[in-house]
């Protein structure tokens, strides 16, 4: 597995463009095999998530054409037959395929899909829609299989507005019969993505983007065009990263509304920054004192971003507080933060931790033990004294697009080894 070894404490200047949003990506891509013809999707990041969809894609016989940003996805001669363990484990968002593929088909066949070790992450409430939407679930250890001789539609609450589960039942209800009304939905930009997506190819669905969305099947799904939205998380990671180490940095391409409830936070301990229609500059660091966070569902604090901005109140003067509302396991980088030299504590029922700053980070190697929780480490290791190197990189390249490029066109001393 290759390392990331990283010269910290390099002032970055210049302009970083952020890419499409992996978790509109991973997807939108499932999304497209419910087209009767071919669509094209641009923007689309290049990290190994989208790889692993495109096996599965290969493996149900579609057509799909990479160019450098762009996939063209054509489904005519798909077919329908099991998504095996290993494809299926490789990332969490191979579990739109069982939206899809029902959607699509009226049967799907597939494992429980993979993802970070970050909490329990069930799937009862997608699995829940499918039934209510008209299906029939057998599940065997880790094997589903999901049926309906007729998809139809109906109202759905779901208990806890899930980001998978949303998309997933909008997925399978496109082409179902009549009506379905998802209540107390996910408002996350990923899902208006979504659903912009499906409604090109002339779907009818209303009320993305809020709690209570409307979908009404019907019957064919024509060719579109369709662009992947900017990606806040990638967005926010580089935003942290201007905020502590920038000399005028500029992070663009990046839609700021997405990223209100980060750029709170920063204004509160302190940042100063530009903010234009699709860009924000830091022109340099401050002095920062500490904050309080917990993390909602959209538009409240996102847990993606905890983990980075962990790394960023190590850097701000006195106690923060750090309230983990989404996953009961989210902490774990904050072990390897502590042998850079940050003093960080987890509390004991784990879903707070305590962040004592100002702390000296000091270049060491560290492990990275899942996506956002290896992106926190980079960050770390971006302003630590020192080298750093960090293993388990495989996460990271999940989630960030050229990550190593980008980083060093605006003068980090980065580099795969
Ligand atoms: C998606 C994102 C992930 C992000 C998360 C929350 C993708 C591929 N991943 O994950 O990066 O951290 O949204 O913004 O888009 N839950 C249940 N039952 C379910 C579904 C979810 O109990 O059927 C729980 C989960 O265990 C978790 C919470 O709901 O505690 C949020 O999960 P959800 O919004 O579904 O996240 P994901 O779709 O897994």
Do not use: W
């Not at 920063?266 to 830091?282: A, F, H, P, S, T």
């Not at 309080?292 to 538009?299: A, E, N, Q, R």
């Amino acid at each position: 597995m290759p390392k990331i070894k990283i010269e910290g404490n390099h002032q970055l200047s210049g302009t970083i463009d952020v890419g499409g949003a992996k978790n509109s990506a991973v997807a939108l891509i499932p999304a497209a095999i419910l087209c009767d013809e071919t669509v094209t999707i641009s923007n689309v990041p290049n990290i190994t998530d989208v790889d692993d969809l495109e096996r599965i894609l290969i493996h149900l016989n579609a057509k799909i054409n990479r160019g450098e940003n762009k996939v063209e996805i054509s489904s005519e001669n798909i077919i329908n037959k099991e998504i095996n363990e290993d494809l299926s484990k490789k990332l969490r968002a191979s579990y739109y395929f069982m939206g899809a593929l029902l959607g699509k088909f009226g049967k799907v066949e597939m494992y429980f899909p993979g993802g970070c070790a970050i909490g329990a992450r069930p799937i009862n409430l997608h699995l829940k829609g499918f039934e209510l939407l008209g299906a029939t679930i057998t599940e065997e250890e880790n094997h589903f299989t999901i049926e309906a001789e007729q998809l139809k539609g109906n109202n759905i609450y779901l208990d806890f507005p899930s980001v998978g589960a949303t998309i997933n039942i909008m997925l399978a209800a496109v082409k179902a019969k009549g009506k379905t009304i998802i209540e107390n939905a996910a408002k996350e930009p990923e899902i208006v993505n979504v659903a912009t997506f499906l409604n090109n190819m002339g779907a009818k669905i209303k009320g993305a983007g809020t709690s209570t969305i409307k979908i009404t099947g019907v019957k064919y799904l024509h060719s579109c065009f369709h662009e992947v939205i900017p990606d806040r998380i990638e967005a926010g990671t580089y935003l942290i990263i201007a905020s502590l180490i920038g000399k005028d940095l500029t992070i663009s391409n990046i839609i700021p509304n997405h990223l209100e409830a980060l750029i709170a936070k920063l204004n509160e301990c302190g940042v100063e920054m530009e903010q234009g229609i699709d860009y924000i500059r830091v022109l340099e660091p401050k002095e920062y004192k500490a904050t309080s966070i917990k993390t909602l569902v959209y538009p409240g604090f996102p847990t993606d971003l905890q983990q980075i901005m962990a790394t960023f109140l190590t850097q701000c003067k006195g106690r923060s507080v750090i309230e983990e509302t989404i996953y009961e396991n989210r902490f774990l980088n904050l072990f390897e933060l502590n042998k850079m030299g940050a003093d960080t504590k987890v509390l004991a029922n784990n879903q707070k931790a305590i962040i004592k700053g100002k702390t000296k980070l000091i270049g060491t190697e560290v492990n990275s033990t899942d996506l956002r929780g290896g992106a926190s480490l980079l960050v770390a290791a971006l302003i630590a004294e020192g080298t750093t190197t960090i293993d388990n990189i495989g996460y990271i390249l999940r989630g960030y697009d050229k990550i190593v490029e980008k980083l060093s066109s605006v003068g980090a001393k980065i580099e795969i080894i």
